[in-house]
């Protein structure tokens, strides 16, 4: 059974940095597409940034420059560094992943795999 579990969230001031975390566990499949997304109350999910297997990042406009997605070297851990951060950035932030690349990206966030999110709260 794959299990996903986000850790890091927490209340920051404007301009502060969080650093997320996704421990997955129970993967066996050699290529995934893992992203992190978030939605905030009222409005849909949306993509934030997305790492494959090969290495490949994409972010969303609003987070570039600002978020890092990264995968630790040796486990299946994937992280999400926000710096510079802004109340635009406040939502629940989910870790998702997939094999099947085509259906977890930014743009469509219909991965096989979900975490249960951690709250990311920005105060001005």
């Known amino acids: 059974q794959v299990q996903l579990v986000e850790s890091g969230g927490g209340s920051v001031q404007s301009g502060g940095s969080l650093k997320l975390s996704c421990k997955i566990s129970?993967?066996?499949?050699?290529?995934?597409?893992l992203g992190w997304f978030r939605q905030a109350p009222g409005k849909e999910r949306e993509g934030v940034a997305t790492?494959?297997?090969?290495?490949?990042?994409k972010y969303a406009d609003s987070v570039k420059g600002r978020f890092t997605i990264s995968q630790a070297p040796t486990e299946m851990t994937f992280y999400l560094q926000m710096t510079t951060l802004n109340p635009e950035d406040t939502a629940m932030y989910y870790c998702?992943?997939?094999?099947?690349?085509?259906?977890?990206?930014?743009?469509?966030?219909?991965?096989?795999?979900w975490g249960r999110g951690t709250q990311v709260t920005v105060s001005s």
């Open positions: 998702a992943a997939d094999y099947w690349r085509p259906r977890c990206t930014l743009q469509l966030p219909k991965c096989q795999y």
């Open positions: 129970g993967y066996s499949h050699t290529t995934f597409s």
């Open positions: 790492i494959e297997s090969d290495g490949t990042t």
